[in-house]
């Protein structure tokens, strides 16, 4: 089955820095790749998603890119703020036929003031 | 999101008893999944269901089970058999024909 990993578990970046968190899967019929971030105690948002046939996309502060060659994708946060501290979280699945989402075992972003 | 409902939020249950989590919503969906959460092991898929009346083991499905007799209902049964069930379960649901999952607010459940 699919394997997705995350490294490190924890990241620590000055407030108005940027931050990148990089994810490498392991099927390469793998076709969606969404990020999510968890606050504490609370449940796991959607931030942004990519698919295969895009290389990178865009959402205001936050990026995604995907290198399907090296079977990794990675998270751009950029001014980062306080308010970016959480553990994110990156999956992988092979689209809606299975649509069953394998996730990394997330990082936690610090941004300090 | 709103539309994902977990009960209860906390949960306490001693060793060897049964205990049912609630999963419920009103957005339609057609799947519904159920993941554990543990600290530093990220999200671990437990069963999952993509339309009524069908079901699928996931990756953790030992010492759970779970049915799905209606759309908007997706319960989750943490049984005796489950040798360490203290987590933090979630459920989502997917619409159909896309790949986003949407996570509801999760249950924490503690075994005294």
């Known amino acids: 089955g699919e394997n997705v990993e995350q490294h490190p578990s924890t990241l620590s970046v000055q407030e108005g820095d940027s931050a990148v968190i990089k994810c490498t899967y392991s099927?390469?019929?793998?076709?969606?790749f969404p990020w999510y971030k968890q606050e504490l105690g609370k449940r796991p948002q959607l931030i942004i998603d990519?698919?295969?046939?895009?290389g990178e996309k865009k959402d205001q502060r936050i990026a995604v890119t995907l290198n399907k060659t090296a079977k990794h994708f990675s998270l751009h946060i950029t001014e980062t703020q306080p308010e970016d501290s959480a553990v994110y979280f990156c999956a992988a699945s092979i689209g809606t036929a299975n649509s069953k989402l394998t996730f990394g075992k997330g990082i936690t972003l610090s941004v300090r003031p | 999101d709103g539309g994902i409902t977990q009960s209860p939020k906390y949960l306490f249950r001693k060793e060897g008893q049964n205990v049912t989590l609630s999963c419920e919503q009103n957005?339609?969906?057609?799947?519904m999944y159920w993941y554990r959460q543990d600290p530093g092991q990220g999200l671990r898929l437990i069963y999952y269901s993509q339309i009524v009346n069908d079901f699928q083991k996931g990756d953790i499905a030992e010492g759970y089970s779970v049915s799905r007799e209606k759309k908007e209902s997706f319960p989750l049964t943490v049984t005796s058999a489950q040798k360490n069930p203290t987590a933090f379960y979630l459920c989502?649901?997917?619409?159909?024909?896309?790949?986003?999952?949407?996570f509801g607010p999760g249950t924490r459940l503690t075994v005294l």
């Open positions: 989502a649901s997917r619409p159909g024909g896309t790949d986003t999952q949407y």
């Open positions: 990519i698919r295969s046939n895009v």
């Open positions: 099927d390469s019929a793998s076709n969606y």
């Open positions: 957005l339609n969906h057609d799947a």
